[in-house]
Structures are given as C-alpha cells and as structure tokens.
C-alpha cells in the first residue's frame, strides 16, 4: 500500500466527508497487491455530490494511476477526474457486500462484461480517521446494496 498512502492521506485531508473507501478492480483481486492493470488503483468512494465537485476542483490530487469513482447517491457513481464513461451505478455492476471489509460486483453492460470481481474496503466512517489512525470504524453507511 505504500504507493497510494500518501495520496489516501491528501484524500482524507481534501475529503473528510467521504463516508467508505474501497479498492476495486485487479489489485483488490491480488493478496500480494502485487499486479498492476492499466491503472495502478482504482478505488470507489462514498460520499455526497458536493464531495464530487470538491474532487474535481482539487486538481492537485489528480493522479494518472488512480481511478476514482464517487458514489454519490447510494446507488450512480461518477468519476472525480478523468473519462466520463466511467460513471455508471452499483446497481448495475450488481455491487453486493458480503462483510466489513468485503464486496463482490460483475455486469453485464452492452459491450462490456465484468466478470465477477472482489473489492476491498479501506475505509469506513470518518474518513479523517482513517487517515490519522489507518483504522476503519466499524459504523456501516453504504448500505444501499448491502448483501
């Protein structure tokens, strides 16, 4: 985790309204956070629509190896930066959380299937404590698709 902890310390720092924080896509997948896709973290945030605008004005968090999607309702995503085909909803990748620290999504969009991948949660709660502490609370807030 040591090539993102600095940018999840100016993330908290930016965003401390961002209620839950998971790794999504391939390296969530690897134990060892050892492979590395097209991006090198690809991370799914849960907030609030004013926490998304935040995100896109902070252009000095804007970062080419890191895909951040901002739910902003509970269900539609969009990204904070970067390609605006990236929005879409958890109900859509058939998000379903199956622990504290575990969710499982796949789709079946047009031209694209997503086949069944795990996520991973950083944080939850405050964010400011994930980011002085690196420890998650244990008070779930994303509920929406809970499993």
């Known amino acids: 985790m040591r090539g993102i902890s600095l940018f999840l310390d100016q993330l908290a720092e930016h965003c401390p309204d961002i209620r839950a924080l998971w790794m999504i896509g391939e390296r969530a997948d690897d134990e060892a956070l050892g492979s590395c896709g097209p991006f090198g973290w690809d991370l799914l945030a849960f907030a609030d629509a004013e926490t998304l605008d935040r995100l896109r004005e902070a252009t000095d968090l804007h970062r080419s190896d890191i895909r951040l999607r901002v739910v902003v309702d509970g269900d539609r995503f969009e990204p904070a930066w970067g390609d605006p085909a990236l929005a879409g909803s958890l109900s ?51 509920l929406v698709h809970a499993a």
Request: hydrophobic residues 45%; positive net charge.
């Open 92 to 142: 859509e990748w058939r998000w379903r959380r199956v622990s504290e620290l575990e969710a499982f999504y796949s789709s079946e969009r047009l031209e694209t299937v997503l086949p069944r991948q795990r996520a991973v949660r950083l944080s939850e709660g405050r964010f400011t404590a994930f980011a002085a502490a690196r420890v998650a609370p244990a008070a779930p807030r994303d």
